[in-house]
Structure formats: C-alpha cells, structure tokens
C-alpha cells in the first residue's frame, strides 16, 4: 500500500512569491493535516482537512493557507513568502477524524525562501 | 509551561541496554498519545499509540501510559544502532485532531 506522498521535494522561492505544496494521502484516509517544522522549533500544526472542508488551524497567519480535493489530495499554499518560511513541511493523513486515529506523514518538502 | 515536554537529550545507551525515553503533558483532557521515530534528515514514522492507562506492548517497543501523573513513556528493549534517532512524543488533546508534538528526545545507541 503507498504512503503518503509530497511534491516537490524540495522548493526554493524568494521572498514575497508564493508556494504551492502538494499532498496525496494513502487510499481510503479522507483527513489531512499539514504541519510545518522549522529548525529548532519543532513540529507545529497548521491546517487540517476533512472531506474537503478546512476544519482547524493552527497559530500561523492567514498567507498560509489549502485546500482538499474531491479525491482527498491537498495543497497548501504560502503567499508573500517571508525568511522564516523556510521549513520542512510534512503532510500526514489518517483513516477517520477522531482524536484516536493514527496520523501517518509523508516525507516532506524542504521549503528554502532566500 | 509547554504543553508537551521531552528531556531533548541526548540519551546515549549501549547496544543491548533498554532506553527509556519519557514525556509529560499538560492538558489533562488529552485522549490520545503517540511516539514518532525520526531519523536525521527524514519525516516521522509512527511507532506506537497508547490511549489507556497502563502498559502496551508491540515487539521490542513498550509504551506506558499514566494518566492521573500525566506521564508518557517509550521503552526500547535490546536496543540496536539502527534506534539511534529523534523520538517524538505527540498527543492529542480531542479538540480537532491536531497533535500536539514535543521537541523530542535524541537517542544514541553506541556499540
């Protein structure tokens, strides 16, 4: 079965552009939730989604922001990019939406603003 | 007072040796609890959930779980070189599914 998959692996912007990150969860999970993790800081929520609704945010402005397609893949979005974007962003899903269900991440895009 | 606490380590045992690796939470409404591996340079892989007090055990992993002390741990039996990453603890509270992550605690497992 495949994990969850990210594009691209890497990403180099300059300041002020804008990001589009994207995510494909494994079959059958319908929740995806975006974290970002930034040297030093550790991993940090920042969206989720279920069933192509925008259900929570985390504490990060709102130039960060996605979407959920009707096949459950994601994007997130990083307007007027700024140094301190620079960050591993992970994308993980899991098979339902309770606060039991397992998140499984996939392997990141590297986002380097200069 | 952070809401999820890990010693960041690095914890540094021999091969063979049992690791114990420990995290408190602040949240005593939290639900769920899990321990992520990490390698350097690599995404986190789930290793364990717990969500009831007491033991769980899968392999050479056991996690414990103590509720009334909000207290979280990980053991790691026989523990080999290839163990040596960042251990992350990570908890869900029940409000909106997000996980709450620590820093994690860097584990060295030497020959």
């Given at each position: 079965e495949a994990g969850v998959t990210q594009s691209p692996t890497h990403l180099i912007k300059t300041r002020g552009q804008q990001a589009t990150l994207r995510c494909s969860p494994i079959s059958g999970h319908t929740s995806v939730y975006w974290y970002q993790q930034a040297l030093g800081l550790g991993l940090q929520f920042l969206l989720w989604y279920d069933e192509g609704e925008e259900r929570n945010r985390g504490?990060?402005?709102?130039?960060?922001s996605g979407r959920q397609f009707p096949n459950y893949s994601s994007e997130l979005n990083v307007n007027a990019?700024?140094?301190?974007?620079s960050a591993l962003y992970l994308c993980a899903s899991s098979l339902g939406a309770g606060p039991g269900d397992e998140q499984y991440f996939g392997p990141g895009t590297r986002l380097t603003v200069t | 007072q952070k809401e999820v606490e890990q010693n960041s380590g690095p914890l540094s045992v021999p091969e063979g040796a049992i690791a114990s690796l420990n995290c408190t939470y602040s949240d005593r409404g939290s639900q769920s609890f899990f321990w992520y591996r990490q390698y350097s340079g690599k995404s986190p892989e789930l290793i364990m959930s717990i969500y009831s007090n007491g033991d769980k055990e899968d392999g050479r992993f056991t996690a414990q779980l103590n509720k009334a002390s909000q207290y979280v741990s990980l053991l790691i039996r026989d523990s080999q070189p290839s163990d040596s990453a960042t251990y992350l603890c990570a908890v869900n509270t029940g409000t909106a599914s997000k996980l709450t992550f620590g820093t994690g605690t860097r584990l060295q497992v030497t020959l």
């Amino acid at each position: 079965e495949a994990g969850v998959t990210q594009s691209p692996t890497h990403l180099i912007k300059t300041r002020g552009q804008q990001a589009t990150l994207r995510c494909s969860p494994i079959s059958g999970h319908t929740s995806v939730y975006w974290y970002q993790q930034a040297l030093g800081l550790g991993l940090q929520f920042l969206l989720w989604y279920d069933e192509g609704e925008e259900r929570n945010r985390g504490n990060f402005p709102p130039r960060f922001s996605g979407r959920q397609f009707p096949n459950y893949s994601s994007e997130l979005n990083v307007n007027a990019l700024e140094l301190e974007d620079s960050a591993l962003y992970l994308c993980a899903s899991s098979l339902g939406a309770g606060p039991g269900d397992e998140q499984y991440f996939g392997p990141g895009t590297r986002l380097t603003v200069t | 007072q952070k809401e999820v606490e890990q010693n960041s380590g690095p914890l540094s045992v021999p091969e063979g040796a049992i690791a114990s690796l420990n995290c408190t939470y602040s949240d005593r409404g939290s639900q769920s609890f899990f321990w992520y591996r990490q390698y350097s340079g690599k995404s986190p892989e789930l290793i364990m959930s717990i969500y009831s007090n007491g033991d769980k055990e899968d392999g050479r992993f056991t996690a414990q779980l103590n509720k009334a002390s909000q207290y979280v741990s990980l053991l790691i039996r026989d523990s080999q070189p290839s163990d040596s990453a960042t251990y992350l603890c990570a908890v869900n509270t029940g409000t909106a599914s997000k996980l709450t992550f620590g820093t994690g605690t860097r584990l060295q497992v030497t020959l």
